[in-house]
């Protein structure tokens, strides 16, 4: 079993700028980790992904401004978020696949004000 643990969300001003966590526990030889977003009413969006070997791969929606990046030995994933916006606000999963299966977090909420 493979435990997921997102932080670092909260509230934050337009233009400004936020950092995610996310720790994966319990297992070992996890390869892919990404993060995806999912707002009220929309379906969950993908937004960066990172290999075991550290190869990034961005969804238009986060490329420029979202940088994915990964501490393999310590199975932890960051998103490091600039420039957010209002339409950034949404609840942010953490993925981690091992595997065949893939393993979700609680979700972070990211709220941003305008």
């Known amino acids: 079993q493979v435990q997921v643990l997102e932080s670092g969300g909260g509230l934050v001003q337009a233009g400004g700028s936020l950092r995610l966590s996310c720790a994966a526990s319990?297992?070992?030889?996890?390869?892919?980790m990404g993060w995806y977003r999912q707002a009220p009413g929309k379906k969950r969006e993908l937004l960066a992904l990172?290999?075991?070997?550290?190869?990034?791969n961005y969804a238009d929606s986060a490329k420029g401004r979202f940088t994915i990046s990964r501490d393999a030995a310590k199975n932890t994933v960051y998103l490091q978020m600039n420039s957010l916006k209002a339409d950034d606000t949404a609840v942010y999963y953490c993925?981690?696949?091992?595997?065949?299966?893939?393993?979700w977090g609680q979700g972070t909420q990211v709220t941003v004000s305008s």
């Open positions: 993925s981690v696949t091992v595997g065949w299966n893939t393993y």
């Open positions: 990172i290999t075991r070997g550290g190869v990034t």
């Open positions: 319990g297992n070992l030889g996890v390869q892919d």
